[in-house]
């Protein structure tokens, strides 16, 4: 199966820059996901594998975050030798090639960064708490500090999220005028709102907590 078959979509913003691939993973029909978080990621693995693999980044170690809805962001500026999930974060920046960035989500946002000059990305897990937090903004300036990124350099995007009627914030507003703030001016929301299309997306809210989650993947080639 070639990625184009499967449950994944994607964002021209991201599309157009060279050695960066990406994806974001969509609700995979005939999976049963009415299970706590780790059991509905247990049975969704395959198909994510599946995915990664159709990318061409399934051999490639595999970086995610705990995911704790804080603002702690993990930095690597070296190469694991195998998968690693930072414990107690909820962002990954590195400017090291060939290694696979994953966030999952099922109404928090995915946010993606990308700087295509000094050849570093990042990939960050910002919901309500999170926002509120101002982890996004925490990710620009580490990868100021760390990779020497400038702002305006910068590429970012934001995935599908709940919104507004669903929702009582519009924390996805929210990170925009942030990104803005520090200086970032190529920003992109696809605008999509997860609990308007229980289809394609998975909701925790819309689903009352028994729900799958979509993986955003992020690698520097």
Do not use: W
């Amino acid at each position: 199966m070639n990625a184009g078959q499967l449950p994944a979509e994607y964002f021209p913003a991201l599309g157009g820059l060279p050695d960066v691939v990406h994806g974001f993973t969509l609700r995979v029909p005939g999976v049963e996901i009415s299970h706590d978080k780790q059991e509905a990621l247990a049975r969704l693995d395959g198909v994510h594998r599946e995915i990664r693999r159709a990318h061409g980044v399934d051999r490639m170690p595999f970086v995610t975050a705990e995911q704790v809805h804080g603002r702690k962001i993990g930095v690597l500026d070296s190469s694991p030798e195998s998968d690693k999930c930072f414990a107690g974060c909820d962002g990954v920046i590195t400017n090291q090639s060939g290694i696979c960035l994953g966030i999952y989500v099922a109404d928090c946002c995915a946010v993606y960064l990308v700087d295509p000059v000094r050849k570093a990305i990042g990939l960050v897990h910002s919901g309500k708490k999170g926002t509120e937090l101002g982890i996004i903004q925490v990710a620009i300036r580490t990868m100021a500090e760390r990779f020497g990124s400038i702002a305006s350099d910068l590429v970012v995007q934001l995935s599908p999220c709940i919104r507004p009627p669903h929702y009582e914030i519009d924390f996805a507003g929210e990170i925009l005028r942030q990104c803005r703030d520090l200086g970032v001016t190529t920003v992109h929301d696809c605008g999509m709102c997860t609990a308007c299309d229980l289809d394609r997306y998975y909701s925790y809210r819309a689903e009352k907590g028994r729900t799958g989650r979509m993986l955003a993947f992020l690698t520097l080639l």
